[in-house]
């Protein structure tokens, strides 16, 4: 078990780059995808509810393929990793600007009416008051989604990327069908998702002193 153990830990350096790379284009995506939400007019509103509503609905293996097989073998060239990390981040983007989204449903109803009585222009108002404010309730949410990717990049491991999971199917072929590969895999992955729950739990706390401070 113990070498076991020790071959599946070359693949966690892909794991944590697929999963960490995924989680900051969702990040970014993630922001405008949220403000597309929220505005005035309708055409916005309904091709960010569209994306959304198609990127969450589709599972992700799908994607990937639709991706790597589909877009990377056709239009531009790209391996199995930049495909991964592509396909994982766009679907990223569509469940944190929901989780943005929620983080600013949480936010009291004046707060708009008192930054434009102050003079504040939109802008102001969502980089100064609303944006802190949403970045803090959404950190928990976030931190939840991001130990629910880390489990979900697996699926990587069928369009070729050398990750934990690949390394898991090739130590179980090569012990016969053991399972034993498999629960290694399991210790490895609860190992990896305890360190970001608890930079999360730090994170929040931090966050809710500066904000009573």
């Known amino acids: ?112 009416a008192a930054a434009v009585a102050l003079g504040l222009t939109r802008l102001d108002t969502l980089r100064y008051v609303l944006a802190p404010q949403v970045l803090r309730v959404s950190v928990p949410p976030m931190a939840t989604f991001l130990v629910s990717l880390l489990k979900d990049t697996t699926v990587a491991s069928t369009i070729g990327v050398r990750d934990v999971m690949m390394l898991v199917t090739q130590q179980a072929q090569a012990a016969g069908g053991g399972f034993a590969p498999f629960i290694a895999a399991a210790v490895l992955y609860i190992l990896l998702s305890i360190p970001v729950a608890a930079l999360a739990r730090a994170m929040d706390a931090r966050m809710r002193r500066r904000i009573t401070a």
């Open 1 to 112: 078990m113990t070498e076991t153990f020790l071959a599946l830990l070359k693949g966690v350096p892909v794991a944590l780059a697929v999963t960490g790379l995924s989680f900051l284009i969702g990040a970014v995506l993630g922001i405008p995808l949220v403000l597309m939400r929220r505005a005035r007019s309708v055409l916005p509103r309904l091709a960010a509810r569209i994306y959304i509503d198609v990127m969450r609905g589709i599972p992700p293996v799908v994607w990937l393929f639709i991706i790597f097989f589909g877009l990377g073998s056709g239009i531009v060239t790209l391996s199995p990793f930049q495909a991964a990390v592509l396909g994982m981040g766009l679907i990223s983007a569509a469940y944190l600007a929901e989780i943005y989204r929620g983080g600013f449903l949480t936010l009291p109803a004046g707060q708009n």
